[in-house]
């Protein structure tokens, strides 16, 4: 059986809308109230699956959820009609897009009885992320399926925060290896909140089966949370036995490094040091906020965002590096504009699973045909935009649910609409 990596990328949904919801997040803060673009938002997210196709990755696609989320409006005693204004918000907002946070995900190798595990993520923290996990659930129960190589995992206790792979590294000799599964925790983040709770992290750890000798537990540190890494993943990415990380980004840095160096063979570090890229402009520009790949038979590529060669810091440090002999080979560029006003970064709209791809149900698996199919929907009923004050206009509402229900058609996913 083959392992590769597939990413999966969430579809950008037609309520795709900039209402400053994620405290700690700065640029969803920085753009509430703007207008949104959700057909463009889509298309971006779907030209970044075309170009990683291109590079010869394998793609999947999760799908958007149901919105408004009439389920949980109904739970809040309240409906679309007569919701406050934030809670109708709440109950719009298309974050399901950012697939980072849907689940965490230990490949079959890491595991005692050799299944990929997933736990769903319980996002708690943030409440309008807080009512993605049934939608995704539902779907990573579809995609899934086999229980001879997967096993999928309903959300921790809501006692302790979980945000899903964007709190979880694996570094591995080879993907289809045992790999050394890092989980990233927050203690505290100043005025923001620390989103992973170590408890959630250890209990995923359990539930997964990992080599506690394999496992390891390292804090984010409070500087990099309070300067707006509301993820781990917006300050650190792996990808095979390289660590790619902002000198700030744990709170004990040396511990982590060595217990990486003994660990994982063929260990590589790289860390961009603060005088060279600071903080805040490596959480602007989502350096990190990266997809580090490995194309088959091709160089080791990092795809950052355009704002990142925008950053003239991030953009020197980019140069130089590739000048060098460092394992970073080469540099994508996407545009995903809309997704990163509201802080999701090229890394956020994926979830990574080492899988054979045979083993996943073909629904959630594209080719370039297929992302062209999804790319006509989305040109033919997705909003073209969305003022923050009409988000709950009833006709905006109405295409926004029939949109959705196109696609699910269109992918032969009907089943579900409901959730
Ligand atoms: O949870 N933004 C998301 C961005 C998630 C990025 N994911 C990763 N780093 N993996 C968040 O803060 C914006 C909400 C709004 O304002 O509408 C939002 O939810």
Redesign the pocket.
């Known amino acids: 059986m083959a392992l590769i990596e597939i990413n999966f990328d969430g579809i950008v949904g037609p309520s795709h809308?900039?209402?400053?919801?994620?405290l700690?997040?700065l640029?969803?803060?920085r753009?509430?109230g703007q207008v949104s673009r959700p057909r463009d938002a889509a298309l971006e997210g779907l030209a970044k699956m075309r170009s990683n196709l291109d590079l010869g990755l394998a793609q999947g696609v999760l799908m958007p959820h149901p919105r408004p989320n009439r389920d949980w409006l109904a739970e809040l005693g309240t409906t679309l009609e007569d919701a406050e204004a934030t809670i109708a918000?709440n109950a719009m907002?298309?974050?399901a897009m950012?697939a980072?946070?849907a689940a965490t995900v230990s490949p079959a190798p890491d595991a005692a009885d050799r299944r990929c595990h997933l736990t769903v993520a319980n996002?708690r923290t943030?409440a309008?992320?807080s009512h993605e996990w049934p939608a995704t659930l539902a779907q990573l129960r579809l995609a899934f399926a086999d229980a001879a190589h997967f096993s999928v995992h309903p959300p921790v206790p809501p006692a302790f925060g979980d945000?899903?792979?964007?709190n979880h590294m694996r570094l591995t000799p080879a993907y289809g290896e045992p790999g050394v599964e890092i989980f990233v925790y927050g203690v505290s983040g100043g005025a923001f909140p620390a989103r992973q709770h170590l408890q959630a992290s250890k209990a995923i750890a359990r539930r997964h089966r990992l080599d506690p000798q394999r496992t390891l537990f390292a804090e984010q540190s409070e500087q990099a949370i309070a300067a707006g890494a509301?993820?781990n993943?917006?300050v650190a990415v792996v990808n095979g036995p390289v660590l790619f990380a902002h000198e700030k980004a744990f709170a004990e840095r040396e511990r982590l490094i060595a217990d990486c160096e003994r660990l994982v063979p063929g260990f590589e570090l790289v860390e961009v040091p603060e005088a060279e890229v600071p903080l805040a402009d490596a959480i602007a520009s989502y350096l990190f906020?990266a997809q580090l790949v490995s194309p088959r038979g091709g160089e080791t590529t990092l795809i950052v965002p355009s704002e990142a060669r925008e950053t003239p810091s991030v953009r020197g440090w980019l140069e130089r590096h590739l000048a060098g002999n460092g394992p970073i080979r080469r540099v994508e560029v996407v545009d995903i504009r809309q997704s990163m006003a509201?802080?999701?970064?090229p890394?956020?709209l994926r979830l990574r699973v080492v899988a054979d791809p045979a083993s996943v149900d073909p629904r959630f698996l594209v080719d370039s045909a297929r992302i062209d199919a999804i790319a006509g929907i989305v040109e033919r009923h997705w909003p073209e935009a969305i003022a923050n004050d009409e988000l709950t206009e009833p006709a905006l509402v109405r295409d926004i649910e029939a949109a959705r229900a196109q696609l699910l058609q269109e992918l032969d996913l009907s089943e579900l609409e409901q959730g």
């Not at 809308?17 to 994620?22: I, Q, V």
């Not at 509201?342 to 970064?345: A, S």
């Open positions: 809308n900039y209402a400053g919801l994620s700690g997040n640029a969803s803060t753009n509430a918000a907002s298309a974050s950012w980072a946070n996002l943030m309008h992320r945000e899903g792979a964007a509301f993820h993943d917006v906020n509201n802080g999701g970064g890394a956020c």
